[in-house]
């Protein structure tokens, strides 16, 4: 009887296995045949250019409860613990240029703001069409007027959505004031707790983007568990990539621009896990017998490449 159980539970392991290789292997093959590592690499560009605006708002919203130069600094203090210090060094003078240059009321000023508007609005369509293309769909282009009207909206509401990552990032700080009640183990406490805080914004940022952004209909089942996913590995991988970041010593190679080519790698990596996150996703729909359609006024990118292909025969 006991032999039974236990050549039941091998086979049941192996199984298991068997399922976690064949999902595994089906995400790597999606993420390679959809060339995410190049979307990752222009939304790291359109990211970079962006920062600038959505760190002054998220220094804004923070600075209602904090006051602007507190929010600045603490914002500055929690970026530099996920980021190695090149790249952190990069954000503190990102952070202090805006926020300085935003105190005078000048034109230049608001033509500069102005443009680095644009470039969060253009990241984040950027993005948009990344998980469009990750998922398989795109816009159909005599779509509806009311579709146009979603996708701004989406665009929108991914900006908020950062603007209120890195305003929350600013708040996390202020669980340093528990450190000294929890003496003895109050920094590993402390460090757990800022740990679990950070997977929750990244999974409730990404949790955002994978059911708003896409034109896709995805249940939030399969949502929830690729935002989980891919926090995880942001949160988790964050110590490799400082660990490269740090010891390849960008400052000595690069010169001034060191702290810009940190920040763009950690911005790449970032990217490279969220559509591998969102590959996954796609994945573990599948493998669960769940398709994801094409919401209403978008339609899957094979069967328009299969139209075209009708129409160049036909020519």
Same mark, same amino acid.
Do not use: C, H, Q
């Given at each position: 009887m006991i032999q039974l159980a236990h050549l039941i539970y091998t086979q049941s392991e192996m199984k298991s296995l068997r399922r976690i290789r064949r999902l595994a292997a089906r995400t790597v093959q999606e993420f390679v045949q959809n060339r995410c590592s190049v979307m990752a690499a222009a $939304?790291?560009?359109y990211a970079l250019f962006a920062m600038p605006a959505l760190l002054l708002a998220a220094v804004y919203v923070a600075g209602v409860l904090y006051g602007r130069q507190a929010a600045a600094g603490r914002l500055q203090t929690q970026l530099a613990k996920l980021l190695d210090a090149s790249a952190a060094s990069a954000i503190q003078t990102i952070i202090a240029g805006t926020v300085n240059g935003a105190r005078s009321n000048t034109l230049a000023n608001l033509t500069a703001f102005g443009g680095l508007a644009y470039s969060a609005l253009a990241a984040a369509y950027e993005l948009q069409q990344s998980l469009n293309r990750a998922w398989d769909v795109r816009v159909d282009e005599s779509g509806s007027r009311s579709f146009v009207v979603k996708r701004v909206c989406s665009v929108f509401l991914i900006i908020a959505a950062a603007i209120l990552l890195f305003a929350s990032l600013a708040a996390v700080p202020a669980l340093s004031a528990f450190k000294y009640e929890l003496s003895g183990i109050g920094n590993y406490v402390l460090y757990s707790i800022e740990t679990v805080v950070s997977w929750l914004?990244?999974?409730?940022? $990404?949790?955002?983007?994978?059911?708003? $952004?896409?034109?896709?209909?995805?249940?939030?089942?399969?949502?929830?568990l690729g935002a989980a996913f891919t926090s995880a590995l942001i949160?988790?991988?964050?110590?490799?990539?400082?660990?490269?970041l740090t010891h390849a010593?960008?400052?000595s190679a690069y010169g001034a621009v060191g702290s810009i080519a940190a920040l763009l790698i950690w911005i790449y990596y970032c990217g490279v896990i969220l559509l591998l996150g969102v590959e996954f996703t796609r994945v573990w729909a599948s493998e669960h017998g769940r398709q994801i359609q094409p919401e209403k006024g978008a339609v899957r990118?094979?069967?328009?490449?299969?139209?075209?292909?009708?129409h160049d025969s036909g020519r």
């Open positions: $939304l790291a560009y914004i990244f999974m409730l940022l $990404l949790a955002i983007m994978m059911k708003v $952004l896409p034109d896709a209909e995805i249940e939030w089942r399969d949502v929830w949160v988790l991988g964050r110590f490799l990539i400082n660990t490269y010593n960008f400052s990118i094979a069967i328009i490449e299969r139209v075209a292909g009708r």
